[in-house]
T-cell receptor, first 113, second 117 residues
Framework: AQSVTQPDIHITVSEGASLELRCNYS??????LFWYVQSPGQGLQLLLK??????LVQGIKGFEAEFKRSQSSFNLRKPSVHWSDAAEYFC???????????FGPGTRLSVLP | GAVVSQHPSWVICKSGTSVKIECRSL??????MFWYRQFPKQSLMLMAT?????????EQGVEKDKFLINHASLTLSTLTVTSAHPEDSSFYIC?????????????FGPGTRLTVL
C-alpha cells in the first residue's frame, strides 16, 4: 500500500528566506504526486502535481517541486517565502482518487516578519 | 477555477442530535465526491466515496449507519452525522472530482467544523 511521510511537523522561516518542505513516499509503481496547501477557512488548494516527464514541476504561487525516484522524494521549494504562505502543506500520492489517494501528515509553515 | 462549497462552515449541536452537511460543486458536474475527516493537527482520512445515484462506499472502520451519505445529483452530496456524540467532533471536508477522470484535479470544499456538546 502506498504511504507518504512528511518528516517536518512544523517549520518556521523568515519572510524572504527560501523554503523546502520534505515529502517521501512509498509506492509500488510510478506514482502520481501532489502538493496541497490548506489555509484556515479555505479548502485545500492544489499547488502542483507530477505525473510524468520533467522531474522539476512548477506550480502556482511561485512553488516548485522535484521528483527524485532514487530517493522516493517529492520536495516542495520556494525561493522566497511571503507572509501569506503561512499555512498547512500536504503531500499526497495516488493512483486514483478516493481509496488510492493518500495524504501525508502535513507540515505547518510559520513565517516570521 | 472550479469551486466546491460546504454548508454549514461550522455547527455546534447537542449530543444525540443529527447534523447534515452539504457539499456542492458550483460550476462543474461531479460524478464522484469524497468525504474526509480531519482531526486537529492530523491529515485527511477518507471516510467514504460518494457516487451520484448509487450507494456510497465506506472505508473500513467508518460506520455507515452513523455517517449517512446521499449523492442525489451531480452537484450535491450530503453527509448526515446521526445521533452525534462528542467523539464525532471533527473537521469534515468534501472533495469533488471532475467527470473527466483521474488525474484531473479534485477540488476541495472549505470544510465544516462540527462540535458536539
Amino acid at each position: 500500500a502506498q504511504s507518504v511521510t512528511q518528516p517536518d511537523i512544523h517549520i518556521t522561516v523568515s519572510e524572504g528566506a527560501s523554503l523546502e518542505l520534505r515529502c517521501n513516499y512509498s509506492y509500488g509503481a510510478t506514482p502520481y504526486l501532489f502538493w496541497y496547501v490548506q489555509s484556515p477557512g479555505q479548502g485545500l488548494q492544489l499547488l502542483l502535481k507530477y505525473f510524468s516527464g520533467d522531474t522539476l514541476v512548477q506550480g502556482i504561487k511561485g512553488f516548485e517541486a522535484e521528483f527524485k525516484r532514487s530517493q522516493s522524494s517529492f520536495n516542495l521549494r520556494k525561493p522566497s517565502v511571503h507572509w501569506s504562505d503561512a499555512a498547512e502543506y500536504f503531500c499526497a500520492v495516488g493512483a486514483n482518487y478516493g481509496q488510492n489517494f493518500v495524504f501525508g501528515p502535513g507540515t505547518r509553515l510559520s513565517v516570521l516578519p | 477555477g472550479a469551486v466546491v462549497s460546504q454548508h454549514p462552515s461550522w455547527v455546534i449541536c447537542k449530543s444525540g442530535t443529527s447534523v447534515k452537511i452539504e457539499c456542492r460543486s458550483l460550476d462543474f458536474q461531479a460524478t464522484t465526491m469524497f468525504w474526509y475527516r480531519q482531526f486537529p493537527k492530523q491529515s485527511l482520512m477518507l471516510m467514504a466515496t460518494s457516487n451520484e445515484g448509487s450507494k456510497a462506499t465506506y472505508e473500513q472502520g467508518v460506520e455507515k449507519d452513523k455517517f449517512l451519505i446521499n449523492h442525489a445529483s451531480l452537484t450535491l452530496s450530503t453527509l448526515t452525522v446521526t445521533s452525534a456524540h462528542p467523539e464525532d467532533s471533527s473537521f469534515y471536508i468534501c472533495s469533488a472530482a471532475e467527470n473527466l477522470g483521474f488525474p484531473d484535479t479534485q477540488y476541495f470544499g472549505p470544510g465544516t467544523r462540527l462540535t458536539v456538546l
